[in-house]
């Protein structure tokens, strides 16, 4: 059965909704529990805390891409109905997730055992409480990673907007706890406990909504089928592949800081990423659509609603994106003072190098590899990912040695650009059938039009306040007017006519909504 193009609109619609709501609980939560951390625990336990995310971040490599098999099976079940075959893929991937926590629980013992020789410990640090909290927190890792695969299968049925109010649930839970932690004076082994906890307990509940939703789902022992690993395999292993390559930019760089400068150099490098990391978030809300709604449709064989789609979404993705980017930018410096009293100019570099890098990241890759991905260029982005990790690594560790943290930050710059702008996104031109220039003439170069407004807007006022001037209410006023200005813009500058049509018609779908 085909996916009506009304409803698929629809259903983009209220995901997307609802990936917003979702992410201004995460923005608004992550200013305080950031500023709670930061000062709270001091440099030293703040960068150990990122730290420990970052390596067990990479538990996710046990994963083998099976979270995105599982995401597109679901996809292709929602056309197809071959529950018999749904239940064995699912508890083949269920039940090898269960071998995988126990490496887990392998690799904790092996690193607390480790610890004070992988990393660079201030003098008179207390490793013992350091190597109970990795303890702890791996233990409880591998427990809650069989469980993350409903986060999944709910993108998978296009019901994003389901797990987001459970994410958004446990936002709340999980700040109201830290802050409580604080508050009654505990420390960094509670805060890792509590975190991991309520992860778990949220998957339990995404766990019972995926088994009501899919009344045919059987998960059991009996169900795994050995011989399925190897035809999963043949789209997870490409699909780990991709993963891998996210993961070296988004976790690596706090490891190599962390072994080659310290625990103070990590918390250096980890302030300085947080705008890249609400950049990422405010923009990537609409990506999550694209992999569900392209394996269905790409299954169904309808191609050429799959390139129409991917133009349209990469013009919405560059637009939004675009002036998120300018104000986190431009506003760096005043935003970081009143957030986390900082004016350090080596964080304020890192934050520079690493907006630039994500922004690059988002408008020429991140939706057009979602829907490469799920439509047989799997393989591909398997071979780009390798060498965008293998130069990672490599430039970040010669960087690092020349200039300091600020080089971890240089190394994840570079291939990312070059891979976004000279790979992936000829690629996606190839795909969609359409010619680089008319990708520039129809998206890029009306957008950096539309943007000169807003960017003269900000220089004006940061030429006009001076940094200890700035406060919460200016900053939201100039944020704001920014916006504002853009917005009102890009609806003649950027939007042709067919997208004023498309507005207008979200805009009384969104009106009549019955969630």
């Known amino acids: 059965m085909k996916p009506e193009k009304q409803n698929l609109k629809k259903i983009v619609l209220i995901n997307t909704v609802a990936n917003y709501v979702l992410v201004v609980a995460k923005f608004v939560t992550q200013i305080f529990i950031t500023r709670l951390l930061f000062l709270g625990l001091g440099k030293a336990s703040y960068g150990f805390w990122a730290l420990i995310w970052s390596i067990f971040?990479?538990?996710?490599?046990?994963?083998?891409?099976?979270?995105?098999?599982?995401?597109?099976?679901?996809?292709?079940?929602?056309?197809?109905?071959?529950?018999?075959?749904?239940?064995?893929?699912?508890?083949?991937?269920?039940?090898?997730?269960?071998?995988?926590?126990?490496?887990?629980?392998?690799?904790?013992?092996?690193?607390?055992?480790?610890?004070?020789?992988?990393f660079k410990f201030p003098e008179g640090a207390d490793i013992a409480y350091?190597?109970?909290?990795?303890?702890?927190?791996?233990?409880?890792?591998?427990?809650?990673?069989?469980?993350?695969?409903?986060?999944?299968?709910?993108?998978?049925?296009?019901?994003?907007?389901?797990?987001?109010?459970?994410?958004?649930?446990?936002?709340?839970?999980?700040?109201?706890?830290?802050?409580?932690?604080?508050?009654?004076?505990?420390?960094?082994?509670?805060?890792?406990?509590?975190?991991?906890?309520?992860?778990?307990?949220?998957?339990?509940?995404?766990?019972?909504?995926?088994?009501?939703?899919?009344?045919?789902?059987?998960?059991s022992i009996k169900?795994?089928?050995?011989?399925?690993?190897?035809?999963?395999?043949?789209?997870?292993?490409?699909?780990?592949?991709?993963?891998?390559?996210?993961?070296?930019?988004?976790?690596?760089?706090?490891?190599?800081?962390?072994?080659?400068?310290?625990?103070?150099?990590?918390?250096?490098?980890?302030?300085?990423?947080?705008?890249?990391?609400?950049?990422?978030?405010?923009?990537?809300?609409?990506?999550?659509?694209?992999?569900?709604?392209?394996?269905?449709?790409?299954?169904?064989?309808?191609?050429?609603?799959?390139?129409?789609?991917?133009?349209?979404?990469?013009?919405?993705i560059t637009f939004i994106t675009t002036i998120f980017f300018i104000i986190l930018t431009l506003l760096a410096k005043p935003i970081l003072y009143i957030w986390l009293e900082v004016t350090d100019p080596e964080i304020l570099t890192i934050t520079y190098l690493m907006n630039i890098s994500m922004y690059f990241l988002i408008i020429f890759r991140s939706g057009s590899a979602n829907v490469l991905l799920m439509t047989g260029s799997h393989k591909f982005l398997a071979v780009v990912g390798t060498a965008e990790s293998v130069i990672n690594i490599g430039l970040s560790?010669?960087?690092?040695?020349?200039?300091?943290?600020?080089?971890?930050?240089?190394?994840?710059?570079?291939?990312?650009?070059?891979?976004?702008?000279?790979?992936?996104?000829?690629?996606?031109?190839?795909?969609?059938?359409?010619?680089?220039?008319?990708?520039?003439?129809?998206?890029?170069?009306p957008i950096a039009f539309n943007s000169i407004i807003p960017i003269l807007l900000i220089f004006f006022f940061i030429s006009k306040i001076s940094i200890e001037s700035w406060n919460f209410f200016n900053l939201i006023s100039v944020a704001s007017l920014a916006g504002i200005s853009y917005l009102i813009t890009g609806y003649f500058i950027v939007m042709n006519h067919n997208d004023k049509r498309m507005f207008k018609e979200t805009v009384l779908s969104f009106k009549s909504l019955r969630l």
Not at 428 to 441: D, N, V
Request: glycine share 6%; proline share 2%; with cysteine.
């Open 57 to 118: 971040g990479y538990s996710l490599l046990l994963d083998f891409g099976f979270g995105t098999s599982a995401k597109k099976i679901t996809a292709e079940m929602s056309v197809t109905h071959e529950y018999e075959l749904y239940n064995r893929q699912l508890s083949t991937i269920i039940f090898s997730y269960s071998v995988m926590s126990v490496f887990i629980i392998i690799a904790t013992i092996i690193l607390k055992s480790n610890l004070a020789l992988v």
């Open 130 to 219: 350091y190597q109970k909290v990795v303890l702890f927190f791996g233990i409880l890792i591998a427990f809650a990673f069989p469980t993350g695969v409903f986060n999944e299968i709910l993108i998978g049925l296009n019901k994003i907007y389901i797990r987001n109010i459970v994410r958004l649930i446990t936002i709340f839970v999980n700040f109201l706890g830290i802050f409580l932690i604080f508050k009654f004076g505990y420390g960094l082994l509670m805060l890792a406990v509590y975190s991991v906890c309520v992860i778990f307990l949220s998957h339990l509940v995404l766990a019972m909504i995926t088994l009501k939703l899919i009344p045919n789902l059987k998960i």
């Open 223 to 316: 169900y795994f089928d050995f011989s399925l690993l190897k035809e999963l395999v043949g789209f997870s292993f490409f699909a780990y592949i991709v993963m891998f390559a996210n993961m070296i930019i988004y976790k690596t760089d706090q490891i190599i800081v962390g072994a080659m400068l310290g625990l103070s150099s990590v918390a250096i490098y980890q302030i300085g990423s947080r705008l890249a990391w609400i950049l990422v978030q405010l923009s990537n809300q609409f990506q999550g659509n694209l992999s569900p709604i392209a394996a269905s449709l790409y299954k169904d064989g309808q191609h050429e609603r799959l390139g129409e789609i991917l133009i349209n979404s990469n013009k919405f």
């Open 397 to 445: 560790i010669v960087f690092i040695l020349l200039f300091g943290v600020i080089g971890v930050a240089m190394g994840t710059l570079v291939p990312n650009v070059f891979l976004s702008i000279f790979i992936i996104f000829p690629a996606a031109c190839r795909f969609s059938r359409i010619k680089i220039w008319q990708y520039f003439t129809s998206i890029y170069i």
